[in-house]
Each structure stands twice: as C-alpha cells, then as structure tokens.
C-alpha cells in the first residue's frame, strides 16, 4: 500500500472515459425493475396487501425472531439463559397475532436500527467479539418508508418491512400515517439526495424535531420552494440552504411534516447521482476511514451497508444482505464454485471494472483497479490476515472503511481472499 492510494483522484485519473455514464436514468429504472422481479427479499411496499392473515404474519415473525439456534452471551461473558433467550421471542407478541392484521404505513423520522428482536439489549456469539452484535440486522434512515406489520408486547417497537428487510424498529423513531400519503412522499419531485457520509439539518432552536437531524449517504428527500416555505424556515432564510420536506412524529405517533435546511456547503445533489466510474470512487472514498459497523452498528455500516449507499446515491437499489447480493439473479454475475481454480478467477478480475462488486463468504468489496499485478479494492471490512513477502503470517483488525489489496488478504494462513471468491458481479 501506497498512501497515495488514499485519494480517490489516483484511481479517476487512471481511468479512460471516468465520467462516462454506466448506465442512464431509463437504464437504471429498468435495472430496478428486474431486481424486485427477481429477488423475494425486495418488496415494492405499494404492493403489499391491506392485511395479513394470522398464519402468514406468524410465519414473517418466525423468519426473523425463531430462538438463537446457537449459544448467545452479554458483553460480560454471562450466557444468555434459555429463560432469557425466551423472552426477547415472547416480547414479540406473536401470541397477540390476530386472524386478521392490517398493515400500516410509516415514514422513518431518526436513523434507527432494525433489530432481531423488540430490544436494545446486545448479545455476541462465543468469542465475544463486541463489534458483531447478533441482534443488530440493519439501520433505516429518516424519509424512508415501512409497512408496519405488528406491534411488540409492550408497543415499543414495530415489525416493519422496508424495500428490501423485515426486522423490528423502535416505534419512536417510525410515524404512522395515510398509506397513500407515506408512499406518495417516496415519490415526490424534484428531490434530494445526500452524497456526503452524513449531513445534519440546520439547528433550529424553535423547532427541535428539525433541528440537526442525522442524514446519511443515500437519504432521498422532497426538495420544497420557497413560494412553498415562505422566506423564513424555522427563523432562517432558506436562500443558501437546500430546503427539504422532513418527515416528523406527532405526539400520538402520527405523521406530520417540516421544512428543514440542509447547508449548501454539504454534499447533495438535486436527482440522483450520474451513473459514473468517477461517482462508484468519490462516493466509496467519502466513507474512508469510517469505524466499520455491524448492521449499521456504531452509527456506521458494514461491507453490504456500505455497498447499498454508495449505489442507491445513483439510484440504484440492492438487496441487502452478501449472500443475497451475490447470488442475486441480476446484474451481469459470474458465479465460482469450490473446483474453481484462481486462475479463471484472474482472468475475470483482468476484465473487471471499476465498481464490480466481489464476494467471499460474508463479505462483499469494491473493485478499484490492478496495480503492479496486484488488484485493490475498497471495502468495509472487520478482520485482516496476511502472508508477508518473509512468508510470516499476520492476523489484526482494520475495523473500517479501507482501501486494500485483494488476493493477498487472507481468511487464514493459508487461505486467502482470492481461493473463497464464489461471486464477481458487475452492476451494468
């Protein structure tokens, strides 16, 4: 490694045609379109019935919130005890499950974890490596849209189905309004979307469900105008601030809007991102260094979370889990089986480009370019090991957003990246 190979200029400049769209707006949508045709786990939320029956909304709490088939231990090595594991099943309330059960809608106000099960509470498998929290699924970010399926024991926290996850979500950080009106919003124009690692609102005293309100990369909000606000958001002229239309929780838990101000010195654009070789790079660099996180974890995101954000800012959604990804039936995949040799694995990488995406077990990277006979890429990425030229082996933690070699990374001494590659896919 190179430190100049910290800058996202060295790859663009190395690149022939950089800003060269992939593929166009009508391209992308189409690329959308076979993706929730032919993956289950994406869900157009205008498509879900009004209700489900009593046996297919146990079946749905039952994919996610079955008791842990292996030992589960708190953060201070005590096992968490069979009494206890049933328990966080019981907060499900699935014995509340009635013979019919609307679906409601909502709007995410406050980034928020979506959970295993309706608890906070952090349990790690035996190692007890406290960065991987088994409960911890994935994070949604405010203007995103749920269909809310149940309710847990205590009406803390909703069973909610996102574009492409089920998992429960703190009912705080979730408003609950017209089915209509929630999808509608998803499809407001014009619009913007964050192209910076995160953004925060204008602090607004007088207001403070608008006031410095996280946004992260890939957060898409309703830009308004200002014959639309007036001269004076929240005591502020708008005139250098993006002004978006902002999701807020009522009282009751139902669904209002707010203008909010975004400062024009942050990363956003209005519309998607262009579909470039030069946007993959800029957006990925812009997480660089970020703390790696589990399922959104640490205010963070891991390998696939950060994969998801980078493409969504150019309009392009993904499933969100690296099996799903890589075996996903869409976009131009090559999968590897164990009899395959690394040669053949080299020669697809020879022909890869920037942005394809990589997979080894549990782990998905960016592809950045071949360097010296050495290929780099971009990831999130927890763990490292490594043979050195002396032939001695290290093992440690990046724990972070980084840029590295990739057939020299190891799962072990003698194991490394290149032999467990199953999965190349190009997102073209």
Request: one cysteine or more; proline letters at 5%; aromatic letters at 12%.
């Amino acid at each position: 490694m190179q430190e100049m190979y910290l800058e996202p200029e060295f790859w663009i400049q190395r690149l022939q045609a950089p800003h060269q769209e992939v593929l166009t707006a009508d391209e992308i949508a189409a690329f959308n379109a076979r993706s929730y045709n032919v993956q289950d786990e994406m869900v157009y939320l205008n498509e879900l019935p009004n209700s489900y029956s009593g046996d297919a909304l146990r079946e749905k709490i039952d994919s996610l919130s079955s008791l842990p088939k292996y030992s589960r231990f708190y953060a201070d090595g005590t096992q968490a005890t069979a009494e206890q594991l049933q328990a966080y099943r019981d907060a499900t309330n699935i014995d509340g499950v009635k013979a019919n059960n609307p679906v409601q809608f909502g709007l995410v106000v406050a980034r928020s974890p979506m959970r295993t099960f309706p608890t906070l509470d952090k349990l790690y498998s035996e190692g007890l490596d406290t960065d991987i929290d088994r409960f911890q699924e994935t994070g949604v970010f405010p203007g995103m849209p749920l269909a809310i399926l149940h309710t847990s024991a205590d009406g803390q926290w909703y069973l909610a189905q996102s574009y492409h996850y089920l998992a429960w979500v703190q009912a705080k950080d979730v408003a609950i309004g017209d089915r209509e009106v929630v999808l509608n919003y998803t499809e407001k124009a014009p619009f913007a979307v964050v192209t910076e690692a995160k953004v925060h609102t204008n602090y607004t005293p007088s207001f403070p469900a608008a006031s410095e309100v996280q946004l992260d990369m890939s957060t898409k909000l309703p830009l308004l105008s200002a014959a639309e606000t007036g001269h004076n958001v929240h005591g502020q002229n708008p005139f250098a601030s993006y002004t978006v239309e902002l999701p807020i929780r009522n009282d009751d838990g139902s669904l209002d809007f707010t203008p909010a101000l975004i400062p024009r010195h942050n990363d956003v654009t209005v519309g998607y991102l262009p579909y470039t070789e030069a946007n993959i790079i800029d957006q990925a660099f812009k997480f660089l260094g970020e703390r790696y996180g589990w399922g959104h974890d640490f205010n963070a995101r891991d390998c696939t979370g950060f994969v998801l954000e980078v493409y969504r800012t150019m309009g392009i959604d993904m499933p969100r889990n690296s099996g799903q990804q890589a075996y996903g039936a869409y976009g131009d995949t090559i999968l590897y089986d164990k009899d395959a040799s690394n040669e053949e694995k080299l020669a697809r990488l020879d022909a890869a480009n920037v942005g394809d995406l990589i997979y080894v077990p549990g782990h998905v990277v960016i592809y950045l370019g071949k360097i010296d006979g050495e290929h780099y890429v971009i990831h999130d990425v927890h763990g490292m090991s490594y043979t050195d030229s002396n032939g001695d082996y290290y093992k440690g933690t990046l724990n972070g957003v980084s840029v590295t070699p990739l057939t020299t990374l190891g799962f072990g001494k003698n194991d490394t990246y290149l032999d467990r590659i199953y999965s190349i896919k190009s997102v073209r």
